[in-house]
């Protein structure tokens, strides 16, 4: 199964709200990448579908995470599947047409000069990162508070908001803090260095 047919397969078994699947019609359009778009310029997923792929891992981890009984049994923290998705599988939809294909002269191995592609950032809303996928996937469907401030704050304190913001979003709605786990160990162990 590629990581396209991965992500419409889980999409529609655990998203069923109104709107979804308007949102998921987009997705899957061609006038959105987010199926070859790479997940960043230079660090985890700066390649060709790295974006769909770094988003299932962030779902695979975060499913992993919320199924630890500590989770549940000290902390009392549980949320449906159909959230758990929402947080997962849309953080990063504010990427959808965000990077483009541009090229710079390198030198090769033998010495000479050759033209080589890399990605930049062409941002046509600048909107800040969570909350923009927060205003796209809110254009389509009704979000959780839950679900908004997950994705809102899935940079956690790496991101250039407000530490107390940060640390009072991340305490209030533990999907938040969650999400952040998630993104920051698929990031770094499944697709960074550390690998």
Not at 61 to 89: Q, T
Not at 90 to 118: A, M, Q, T
Request: one cysteine or more; aromatic letters at 14%.
């Amino acid at each position: 199964m590629t990581n396209r047919e991965r992500f419409i397969s889980i999409y529609k078994e655990k998203i069923k709200r109104d709107g979804a699947d308007r949102l998921l019609e987009y997705l899957c359009s061609e006038g959105s990448d987010f199926f070859t778009a790479p997940a960043s310029t230079r660090f985890h997923g700066n390649y060709e579908g790295g974006l769909v792929e770094h988003t299932l891992n962030v779902y695979d981890c975060l499913c992993d995470i919320l199924s630890r009984p500590r989770i549940k049994e000290a902390y009392g923290i549980e949320y449906n599947e159909e959230s758990i998705a929402i947080a997962a599988l849309l953080h990063d939809i504010c990427k959808v047409n965000f990077y483009k294909v541009s090229f710079r002269n390198v030198k090769n191995p033998e010495g000479k000069w050759e033209s080589v592609p890399y990605y930049t950032i062409e941002d046509n809303l600048p909107y800040g990162h969570g909350e923009k996928s927060v205003y796209i996937a809110s254009g389509y469907m009704r979000l959780t508070r839950d679900e908004a401030f997950a994705i809102r704050y899935h940079m956690g304190f790496s991101g250039n908001e407000d530490p107390g913001n940060v640390g009072k979003a991340l305490e209030m709605f533990p999907l938040a803090f969650f999400l952040n786990c998630a993104d920051t160990e698929a990031a770094y162990f499944i697709e960074g260095s550390n690998k």
